[in-house]
């Protein structure tokens, strides 16, 4: 608030992540005078909400797993008497005869949760069905006392984030959540781009926080659609908040780097609402993977969609041919799809396929019913030619990042598509030639317009894929020794002139042309990327070149100017030769290690 008084030319506000301290925000802005993103509901011209949550959504997904219950199941609703509370008559019908509705509103003494929580689920067995919508401090306790004793029950978390705070869950847990968890690559490459080194825990805690990097880039968006020609701040904020509005979720979409957002009457229409589940057999110690549940609820405008998901998970057996003048790469790999559709290679499209040496050759392997899910899983033998962005300008000491990108042909008729988890992504296989550096996934999200019928009207959508790459290193061995060995002999020679007297010159003059012509054939002998461009090995003869270029030219003129001058040129090349190399060098290493010449995985 001292920060908003001492700064009048603050145009743009976001909320408190507390809801207390926002409310407060809130009642002492003058609202006229900035826009203000607000999690809450009001009426003001320039406030936005920007709330991503569909309770009405949320709402169905639990009555949905739940309808595959019995009535007369025990179930446990634990809530703070807000959120979800609301909507209790809808998700627990009149139907069900064993429903518990248990309030924590007001308890958060730690001895007062855990006696509120000793009369409840000592109950518990693994029949029941336990419902959450407590903060950390209630939940932890009921997290912690299945984990110890072993019990089965099915727990709906519907608030809280339990990343880094458990060592295990060991009981059936399905999380209802706003938040899509798998990785989003523009966010990824920004994290890369800045090339701060971050822990898990740092990373988690950045990914939690980026919604605030949304805001600045969507005002900047929305700054693009505003005339240049605005005199006043009261017109600068109009035409500002109709930009907003603009963004309409028809006709555009804001994209951002790992949220979207469209707006009607000053609010963002773009739910979201993601159900996750938990495999033990992903989990180690203090770490417990999530992947979709099989179903998922999706909002769509006023409605809820339900879309089953389609799981693909990809095992490289060997990488080869991995060409950067064409940008294509071959591989073999077991395909392992799990889906509720026949044939699921036929929903499945892989977009990066080779366009100029097209192969994608799939042989089934075996096909497996796994107890009573309604899913078949898959595998298939795959051998494919995959295109990629080549990065040749550190070549032959280059990276490169290989992908495989698939999507859901379509997702209205097939469902969704996961994408492939961190911990499942496959870091072991057989590539000659180069070093494995880092393996990726994620998600990678493009807006596409599109212009329908004759009167071309304008439809913005959201176009996403799935990508598992991986970041490799050329070992660049050989390439190194079949210029570094003659180069350092041609070096040697050139530096051997400087040590000769000045009745030797022409033998000098003579060496020195031989070098640099040798030179020359070396490097049209050495294998260098097509298309052409200016490369690593480039720069190093480049370089070469400039350096007895330079010794040819300062021997040869200071032979004419007399002996006395010949040896103090030769004392200053002494000198310089080594240092510029020495500078090279350092040129060449600090281009190597640049940011801006490694790939991007987006």
């Known amino acids: 608030l001292q920060t908003l008084e001492n700064s009048p030319g603050i145009l743009f506000l976001n909320t408190h ?23 809450g509901t009001t009426d003001h011209k320039n406030v936005f909400n920007l709330s991503r949550a569909s309770r009405k959504t949320k709402s169905d997904s639990i009555k949905g797993i739940l309808s595959k219950y019995a009535d007369d199941t ?8 807000i959120r979800m509370f609301e909507f209790e008559t809808e998700f627990l019908s009149s139907q069900r ?19 509120k929580l000793g009369g409840i689920l000592p109950g518990i067995d693994n029949r029941d069905i336990l419902i959450l919508d407590v903060g950390l401090g209630v939940f ?21 984030s339990i990343e880094g705070r458990f060592e295990k869950i060991g009981f059936p847990l399905i999380e209802i959540t706003l938040e899509h968890t798998f990785p989003h690559l523009d966010f990824e490459d920004l994290i890369e781009r800045v090339n701060i080194p971050l822990t898990n825990v740092e990373k988690a805690l950045v990914t939690d926080a980026c919604w605030r990097l949304e805001i600045p880039l969507l005002v900047a968006y929305a700054s693009k659609k505003v005339k240049s020609n605005l005199t006043t701040r009261e017109n600068l904020l109009v035409a500002l908040g109709e930009g907003l509005n603009s963004i309409d979720g028809k006709r555009d979409i804001f994209v951002g780097k790992r949220l979207s957002y469209a707006f009607n009457k000053n609010r963002n229409v773009l739910k979201t609402n993601y159900l996750y589940q938990f495999p033990t057999s992903l989990q180690t110690q203090g770490d417990f993977p999530k992947i979709f549940n099989p179903e998922q609820f999706i909002p769509e405008g006023e409605d809820t969609k339900l879309v089953p998901v389609n799981f693909l998970y990809i095992d490289i057996l060997r990488v080869t041919n991995i060409n950067i003048g064409e940008g294509t790469w071959s591989c073999e790999f077991y395909l392992d799809v799990v889906s509720p559709h026949n044939n699921p290679l036929q929903i499945i499209n892989f977009n990066n396929l080779s366009a100029i040496n097209s192969k994608f050759e799939a042989k089934p392997i075996w096909e497996e019913h796994v107890n009573e899910e309604k899913e ?3 595998r298939y033998y795959v051998v494919a030619n995959f295109d990629f962005i080549p990065v040749a300008d550190n070549y032959p000491f280059d990276w490169q990042h290989v992908f495989i990108s698939f999507s859901i042909a379509d997702q209205n008729k097939h469902g969704i598509i996961q994408p492939t988890p961190e911990t499942l992504l496959d870091r072991d296989f057989r590539i000659e030639g180069w070093n494995l550096k880092e393996a990726t996934s994620g998600v990678l999200r493009q807006k596409e317009v599109i212009h ?30 079949k210029i570094g060995i003659p180069l350092s002999f041609l070096l040697f020679l050139n530096y051997y002139t400087l040590f000769r007297s000045f009745e030797d010159i022409v033998n000098s003059i003579g060496l020195l042309t031989t070098a640099f012509l040798s030179g020359i054939a070396l490097y049209f002998s050495t294998e260098r990327p097509q298309p052409l461009r200016l490369t690593t090995v480039d720069l190093i003869f480049l370089s070469y070149y400039m350096l007895i270029g330079v010794t040819i030219v300062v021997t040869s003129v200071s032979a004419f100017l007399g002996e006395e001058i010949f040896i103090l040129a030769m004392t200053g090349l002494k000198v310089v030769v080594p240092l510029g190399l020495i500078g090279v060098f350092g040129l060449i290493k600090r281009r190597i290690e640049s940011n801006r010449l490694k790939p991007r995985i987006n």
């Open 17 to 39: 992540v507390v809801g207390s301290l926002s409310k407060k925000l809130f009642g002492s802005l003058d609202l006229d005078s900035c826009i203000f993103f607000y999690s």
């Open 74 to 81: 025990r179930i446990v609703f634990i809530h703070a008497g």
């Open 97 to 115: 005869s064993n429903v518990s509705s248990i309030n924590f509103a007001g308890i958060t003494a730690e001895d007062e949760i855990e006696k």
């Open 140 to 160: 932890r306790s009921i997290f912690d006392y299945l984990n110890e004793t072993g019990k089965q029950p099915l727990v709906l978390k519907l608030f809280g």
């Open 376 to 378: 078949n899983s898959y």
């Open 452 to 481: 329908k019928g004759t009167k071309l009207i304008r439809n913005a959508e959201i176009r996403e894929e799935s990508r598992v790459g991986w970041i490799l290193a050329r070992t660049n061995s050989v390439t190194v020794m």
